[in-house]
């Protein structure tokens, strides 16, 4: 399985803002997660391959935008409004064109601290 390449993470203050990226090496639908932890990795944003589509979870809508560059095959998540509750290690990984079903392995993650 192809696993992309997370980055842009660090610590931020409670109402701040952090854009991650997303490297890949095959163009198609692209979703993000994050696993804070003790706690089960959650869906929070997914993107089609063209950049026509997307997807947020309740949790970000709103917050946080999903975007794409196909020319520089990144994936971007820019998080604004960040909350403490937004702390996690955040992943992304190729999904297929409905985002129901995962066919990429999870690579390293990038940390996402926010403070109180």
């Known amino acids: 399985q192809v696993q992309l390449e997370e980055s842009g993470g660090g610590l931020v203050q409670a109402g701040g803002s952090l854009r991650l990226s997303c490297k890949y090496s095959?163009?198609?639908?692209v979703g993000w997660f994050r696993q804070a932890a003790g706690q089960e990795r959650e869906f929070v944003s997914a993107?089609?391959?063209?950049?026509?589509?997307?997807r947020y979870s309740d949790s970000v809508k709103g917050r946080f935008t999903i975007s794409r560059d196909n020319a520089r095959k990144t994936i971007y998540l820019q998080m604004n409004s960040l909350r403490p509750e937004d702390t996690a290690v955040y992943y992304c990984?190729?999904?297929?064109?409905?985002?129901?079903?995962?066919?990429?392995?999870w690579g390293q993650g990038t940390q996402v601290t926010v403070s109180s």
């Open positions: 990984t190729r999904m297929s064109a409905t985002f129901t079903i995962r066919l990429g392995s």
């Open positions: 095959e163009e198609s639908a």
């Open positions: 993107i089609n391959s063209h950049g026509g589509t997307t």
